[in-house]
T-cell receptor, first 107, second 116 residues
Framework: AQRVTQPEKLLSVFKGAPVELKCNYS??????LFWYVQYSRQRLQLLLR??SRESIKGFTADLNKGETSFHLKKPFAQEEDSAMYYC?????????FGQGTRLTINP | KAGVTQTPRYLIKTRGQQVTLSCSPI?????VSWYQQTPGQGLQFLFE???????NKGNFPGRFSGRQFSNSRSEMNVSTLELGDSALYLC???????????????FGPGTRLTVT
């Protein structure tokens, strides 16, 4: 079955430190993966998708098919990065979400 | 371009009642998906519609149903409400709901349903 796992429910780092939010997936075909972010009192919004290979707000994510991972990284965390982050896998016209990681950036 | 809108934003119902939630997608988007978000289960897929046809359905009981109109607006209905149906219901729209750029989903603010 298609599944997305985000092992960390909570992650706390200091401003300026590197950030890595982990995401592992199980999928038999070629996956299409996304990261969504939900800032406080805002709607869920697309952060980036692996196909576009672009960097949004300094975040990048590389698909590693061998390790079935799609970790989200940012070299220098900023306070405005504090939010809930969801990794998602698209399959059959639907998104399968991980449980999410709440990222807190300490000043 | 206006974003996805959902009405109502908040709703309180009693067990056994039924409820209808509405979603208006971004103009030009033909695919509408619904998700249930709860603290325990996270975000779970309910169903997806494209051109008034349901293409996929999640693992929810038959009390959960939906439809899509010719203008792509969508409604979901929950009959015989149970306490466990209390959740945030999110609607998302995309151009086509298929792989590639057509699959980027844009979410609405959600409808917070409380069942007492």
């Amino acid at each position: 079955a298609q599944r997305v796992t985000q092992p960390e429910k909570l992650l706390s780092v200091f401003k300026g430190a590197p950030v890595e939010l982990k995401c592992n997936y199980s999928y038999s075909g070629s996956p299409e993966l996304f990261w969504y972010v939900q800032y406080s009192r805002q709607r869920l919004q697309l952060l980036l998708r692996h196909i576009s290979r672009e960097s949004i707000k300094g975040f990048t994510a590389d698909l590693n098919k061998g390790e079935t991972s799609f970790h989200l990284k940012k070299p220098f965390a900023q306070e405005e990065d504090s939010a809930m982050y969801y990794c998602a896998l698209s399959w059959a016209q639907k998104l399968v979400f991980g449980q999410g990681t709440r990222l807190t950036i300490n000043p | 371009k206006a974003g996805v809108t959902q009405t109502p934003r908040y709703l309180i119902k009693t067990r056994g009642q039924q409820v209808t939630l509405s979603c208006s997608p971004i103009s030009g988007h033909r695919s509408v998906s619904w998700y249930q978000q709860t603290p325990g289960q996270g975000l779970q897929f309910l169903f997806e519609y494209f051109s008034e046809t349901q293409r996929n359905k999640g693992n929810f009981p038959g009390r959960f149903s939906g439809r899509q109109f010719s203008n792509s607006r969508s409604e979901m209905n929950v009959s015989t409400l149970e306490l466990g149906d209390s959740a945030l219901y999110l609607c998302a729209s995309s151009l086509s709901g298929t792989s590639g750029s057509g699959y980027e989903q844009y979410f609405g603010p959600g409808t917070r349903l409380t069942v007492t």
